[in-house]
């Protein structure tokens, strides 16, 4: 393994990206081939056996790729899929997008933790369960919220659509006397000032874009993989099926046009 190859990092669709450009603005020299898995979005409300299948295949054409770790930048997948990922694939480090976070609420001693996700995130119960580990003390509360992820992916944050559908959740009275909320979906920092104001920034709210690219950083400096070379790096970004709103999410978070290309997930 060289420490020129790329990252690989992969999501249902637009979210991971809010994981991909942190990981870019941390470690600049470093490549990374981003597959956003469109056609079958959204996973959140698919089956533990739909999701693992999936992301065995997205993570076969990734390591087949060449890439030297894998980021799953998606809590429905790394809910879902991280134990057997690295099992197929014990020679490559993967990067959950649960553990930072976790880790981050322990570190907070943080008193009553919210969490919205989607609905196979909370089904799966990971970060209670996790947060358990680190902290007991920690009271948890989750949330499904399955709007929110096909309303991100669709281009409707920002609009009063969106704004609906988190007050519709937000409400929710177990959401009560928060200090922290979590925002257990790649693609909910794209509502993050939407779900402050709603709160009126009294509850804090954490996304694990930076947390994971950190993480990401660390476990590549263990493994000797962290690139070392100042190369020019290169972004790829692939999708299941092209969609105008992956092309904007991307331009909106590189600065630049994207070349995205369209490709098939590997039987
Ligand atoms: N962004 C993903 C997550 O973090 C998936 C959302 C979805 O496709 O339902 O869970």
């Not at 956003?36 to 990734?62: C, E, N, Q, V």
């Not at 790394?78 to 649960?98: G, H, K, M």
């Not at 790096?233 to 630049?256: C, H, I, P, W």
Request: a neutral charge.
């Amino acid at each position: 393994m060289q420490n020129t190859q790329p990252i690989g990092i992969f999501d249902s669709g637009v979210g991971g990206l809010t994981v991909a450009s942190a990981i870019h603005r941390l470690l600049p020299q470093e490549s990374f081939i981003y597959f956003g898995d469109t056609r079958h979005a959204p996973y959140g409300d698919k089956s533990k056996s739909t999701i693992l299948d999936y992301s065995r295949r997205i993570s076969k054409f990734l390591v087949e790729s060449n890439c030297k770790a894998i980021v799953i930048a998606c809590n429905s997948a790394s809910a879902t899929a991280y134990t057997e990922l690295r099992e197929d694939w014990p020679q490559i480090p993967i990067l959950n997008v649960v553990d930072p976070v976790v880790r981050e609420v322990a570190r907070l001693k943080a008193r009553k933790v919210g969490l919205i996700a989607t609905r196979a995130t909370v089904r799966s119960e990971l970060y209670p369960k996790s947060l358990q580990q680190f902290d007991a003390q920690a009271l948890m509360v989750q949330k499904a919220t399955p709007l929110l992820a096909p309303l991100v992916e669709e281009g409707f944050a920002g609009t009063k659509v969106s704004r609906g559908a988190l007050e519709h959740y937000l409400q929710d009275p177990s959401l009560e006397d928060l200090s922290h909320l979590i925002l257990g979906c790649t693609h909910y920092p794209l509502l993050q000032k939407e779900i402050e104001d709603y709160f009126h920034q009294k509850v804090q709210v954490l996304n694990s874009a930076d947390l994971v690219a950190i993480a990401l950083q660390k476990m590549l400096e263990q493994k000797a993989l962290l690139n070392t070379h100042g190369l020019p790096a290169s972004m790829q970004f692939y999708v299941s099926e092209k969609t105008d709103a992956f092309r904007d999410t991307a331009k909106l978070f590189f600065g630049q046009e994207i070349d995205l290309q369209e490709r098939l997930l590997p039987a």
